[in-house]
T-cell receptor
Framework: AQTVTQSQPEMSVQEAETVTLSCTYDTSESDYYLFWYKQPPSRQMILVIRQEAYKQQNATENRFSVNFQKAAKSFSLKISDSQLGDAAMYFC????????????FGTGTRLQVFP | DGGITQSPKYLFRKEGQNVTLSCEQNLNHDAMYWYRQDPGQGLRLIYYSQIVNDFQKGDIAEGYSVSREKKESFPLTVTSAQKNPTAFYLCASARPLGYGYTFGSGTRLTVV
């Protein structure tokens, strides 16, 4: 079974600085999708970024980018020019290409942003 | 605008009662999901449905039931058999093959 691990329960960053959130996963599949979701205090889950495993190029969405290391099964999220509104829980998630029954989540990282 | 609507936002249940959480989507997605969120445990899958009139148990289905009579609707019933139902419940829907989920705004259930 696939698992997703986020080893940083909490992280903090100064406004305008850069922070990296870590995520590792375990799978025997070769084709899959990885996601980062943001959950602000409103608790609404918001999709931040998506990576297709068969693509070597790292996904980027404005200030958010990933470092996808397929061999190492690592999928970190980098937030550049951090803003106060980036403060939230961040969840890493895995979705199989072969069995699309569910999204498997890590336990989350709480990000604090200080002015 | 398309989206997922969960209701109510807050729900209180007495011991021994069944309660039903509503989830409606107008995204024309085939698949729908129910997750439970507890502090420090991320999101855990309760039930999911990939087509109308069919659904499967997730990782923590005991004490819960669902139905999928319409494509747009996937209600979750928390039965009295669920021993620790106080949690935040999230409903989601998805397009097939590799797309992320779209989530509702959640229901906070508290046993009183």
């Amino acid at each position: 079974a696939q698992t997703v691990t986020q080893s940083q329960p909490e992280m903090s960053v100064q406004e305008a600085e850069t922070v990296t959130l870590s995520c590792t996963y375990d799978t025997s599949e070769s084709d899959y999708y990885l996601f980062w979701y943001k959950q602000p205090p409103s608790r609404q889950m918001i999709l931040v970024i998506r990576q297709e495993a068969y693509k070597q190029q790292n996904a980027t969405e404005n200030r958010f980018s990933v470092n996808f290391q397929k061999a190492a099964k690592s999928f970190s999220l980098k937030i550049s020019d951090s803003q106060l509104g980036d403060a939230a829980m961040y969840f890493c998630a895995y979705r199989s290409s072969y069995n699309t029954d569910k999204l498997i989540f890590g336990t989350g990282t709480r990000l604090q942003v200080f002015p | 605008d398309g989206g997922i609507t969960q209701s109510p936002k807050y729900l209180f249940r007495k011991e021994g009662q069944n309660v039903t959480l509503s989830c409606e989507q107008n995204l024309n997605h085939d698949a729908m999901y129910w997750y439970r969120q507890d502090p420090g445990q991320g999101l855990r899958l309760i039930y999911y449905s990939q087509i109308v009139n069919d659904f499967q148990k997730g990782d923590i289905a005991e004490g819960y039931s669902v139905s999928r009579e319409k494509k747009e609707s996937f209600p979750l019933t928390v039965t009295s058999a669920q021993k620790n139902p106080t949690a935040f419940y999230l409903c989601a829907s998805a397009r097939p093959l590799g797309y992320g989920y779209t989530f509702g705004s959640g229901t906070r259930l508290t046993v009183v």
